[in-house]
């Protein structure tokens, strides 16, 4: 069956950086997109940022562009989100997706991890 296990997320300081890693297993993880999503008590859910299969295309929310890179690894079954520049409003608990930007509009058909809780405070 999917699974996917995310790991990285802590405390980190305003302007600090943390980075997000997501172990995938389960499915033929190089032929699919994979991506990042975040949710708040008080956003709700929102999609971060997607890569697809060829590790060459991505995309990212407005709110995190030039701040948060993501990464994949086809080899080791792993997909990442460097985190750069936090700011408090960054403070979400980050999942990680088998699917791309649409899942996050219909999340009963995708596979999501159980989640990392990033907090960024001073």
């Known amino acids: 069956q999917v699974q996917l296990v995310e790991s990285g997320g802590g405390l980190a300081q305003p302007g600090g950086s943390l980075r997000l890693s997501c172990a995938a297993s389960?499915?033929?993880?190089?032929?699919?997109?994979m991506s990042w999503a975040r949710q708040t008590p008080g956003k709700g859910l929102e999609w971060v940022s997607e890569i697809y299969s060829d590790e060459r295309i991505t995309a990212y929310a407005d709110s995190v562009k030039g701040r948060f890179t993501i990464s994949r690894d086809n080899a080791k079954n792993t997909v990442s989100l460097q985190m750069n520049s936090l700011k408090p409003e960054d403070t979400a608990l980050y999942y990680c997706?088998?699917?791309?930007?649409?899942?996050?509009?219909?999340?009963?058909?995708?596979?999501w991890g159980q989640g990392t809780q990033v907090t960024v405070s001073s």
């Open positions: 389960g499915f033929a993880f190089s032929s699919h997109v």
């Open positions: 997706i088998k699917g791309g930007s649409a899942c996050t509009k219909f999340p009963k058909l995708c596979n």
